[in-house]
Structure formats: structure tokens, C-alpha cells
């Protein structure tokens, strides 16, 4: 589960086809992984959905699922156009193959009224945001996730980190907003710039961090494999926290104090 108070590990699955699907399944299953981010877009065959839906809802005892069918703008795998992926998404969460469902805050008001609301009492909303490129000004993030706030029960916004003054950027940003937000937040610095804040996510009040199988199976650029991370995170707690801490006295601090 997804909380405030602790750091989930979540292996995203990029799955091709219905036999790559099981083969990931089988090794998150084989290795107690408990969440998993199951990425619809990267699916090929279309034809195949009904059946890999009903797979997915077999396995939602055993582990728990985010669905992200993401729009292409913000990384999606394939060309669709809004409507049919959001029938795509009403269809998982009625199969039962849902236990979160991640949108792009753009896109979730538009959702909702699209769906009826009864489906989704027993669903947890990740509203997101990302950019690739770049990471913007503090009050631009924290404008993003006030967006966010307004509809999600988790925020999840992602940047591009492109120099160490992102990285300071996205920091107090999430600093700020977490002493005014009750709800989880997964807040995550991309690219070879950021992977501290995958490894220690707890430094940006970040609730979770994403881990494929393989990085060659990743779904963002700087995720580092599951089993990567979780021996560089038994390292890190032995170390006392010294990997993303390791900057110069002052470093995290306002440039203006």
C-alpha cells in the first residue's frame, strides 16, 4: 500500500504481449514484490486487452496493481485518442485489475466525468505530471501539485533534473508542500541527475519509487533496477544516509538565506 508514512517499491511492467505479461508476473510473484505499476500503453496488440485484464484481476490478491494508460505527451507508449483510452481504463477498473489508477492531471477532470463514480470507491487516484525536458521554478511545482491535490488521493509530479539547482529546486518544493499535505506524494527527479532521489525518495517526502525487473525494461529514464535498489537502500540505511546527503554544508538551503 501506498502511504505517508512509508516508501513503497514499485516495478513498473512494460510488457509487449500477454506472454511477456506472465513471464514479469511470475518473477514479481516469485520474488514477494507486493506493487506493481502495470503500463497499458506499452501493450502492442490491442486484441489481447480483455484477456490481460482478467489475468491482472486473478493476481490482485497477491500483489497490488497501479494502471497507467499514459497519454502520450507525458511518455505514452502508444497513439490513441482520449476517448478510447478512457474506455480502455473504465474497462480494466471494471474487470477488477485496478487497485490504483495514475492519470495526468490535465486529463482526470475530463475522466471523471466520464466514468460513473461508483466504480471508483474502492480506487485510489494518483493525479500526475511530467516533464522530460526540464525541471521548473519551486512555485511552478508547487502550483502543479496544488492542481493535483485537488483531485488525487496520491500526487506524483516527475522532472528532468539537468543540474544540481533542479535538483535543489524540486527539494524545496517538495519540502514546502509536504508540511501542508496530508496525503502521500510521489515526487521524482528523472534522468542521471536524479537517480539519488530514486534510491533515497524519502529526501524529497516521496512515498515511492519506481524499480523495473531490468532497466532495459524501465519506464523512465534514471529508474534503476529493483534488485539495485533495494541492496543500494540496505546499504544506504548502514551508511546513515550519507548518498544524496553527501553535498557541501549549505547545499540544500535557499540561495537568499
Known amino acids: 500500500m ?11 511492467i512494460t510488457a509487449k504481449n500477454f506472454d511477456e505479461l506472465k513471464e514479469n508476473i511470475q518473477e514479481v510473484l516469485d520474488n514477494g514484490i507486493s506493487l506493481i505499476e502495470f503500463r497499458r500503453d506499452y501493450l502492442q496488440n490491442s486484441k489481447q486487452e480483455d ?6 484481476s486473478d493476481i490482485i490478491d497477491k500483489v497490488n ?11 505514452g507508449q502508444t497513439v490513441i485518442n482520449e476517448d478510447d483510452r478512457f474506455k480502455s481504463m473504465s474497462k480494466a477498473i471494471e474487470t477488477g485489475c485496478v487497485s490504483y489508477l495514475d492519470i495526468e492531471e490535465k486529463a482526470v477532470k475530463r475522466f471523471l466525468n466520464n466514468i460513473k463514480p461508483e466504480l471508483l470507491k474502492d480506487i485510489k487516484l494518483i493525479v500526475s505530471a511530467h516533464d522530460f525536458n526540464s525541471t521548473p521554478e519551486e512555485d511552478k ?15 506524483k509530479v516527475a522532472y528532468k533534473i539537468n543540474s544540481e539547482q533542479d535538483l535543489k529546486k524540486l527539494y524545496r518544493a517538495a519540502r ?5 499535505c496530508n496525503k502521500p506524494m510521489i515526487i521524482i527527479g528523472m534522468g542521471e541527475l536524479g537517480k539519488d532521489t530514486r534510491i533515497y525518495p524519502e529526501f524529497l517526502h516521496s512515498n ?5 525487473l ?11 533496477s ?16 550519507t548518498c544524496i546527503l553527501n553535498r557541501p554544508h549549505g547545499f540544500w538551503e535557499d540561495d537568499n538565506r
Open 2 to 12: 501506498i502511504s505517508k508514512d512509508t516508501v513503497s517499491l514499485c516495478v513498473p
Open 51 to 56: 484477456i490481460v485484464y482478467t489475468f491482472l
Open 65 to 75: 496493481i497501479i494502471f497507467t494508460f499514459r497519454d502520450q505527451s507525458e511518455g
Open 208 to 212: 515511492l519509487t519506481f524499480t523495473p
Open 141 to 155: 511545482i508547487i502550483s502543479q501539485l496544488e492542481k493535483n491535490d485537488q483531485y488525487g488521493d496520491i500526487l
Open 176 to 180: 514546502d508542500y509536504h508540511k501542508r
Open 214 to 224: 531490468e532497466e532495459e525494461t524501465s519506464s523512465a529514464p534514471g529508474q534503476l
Open 226 to 241: 529493483y534488485y539495485t535498489i533495494s541492496n543500494l537502500r540496505k546499504s544506504l540505511y548502514e551508511k546513515e544516509k
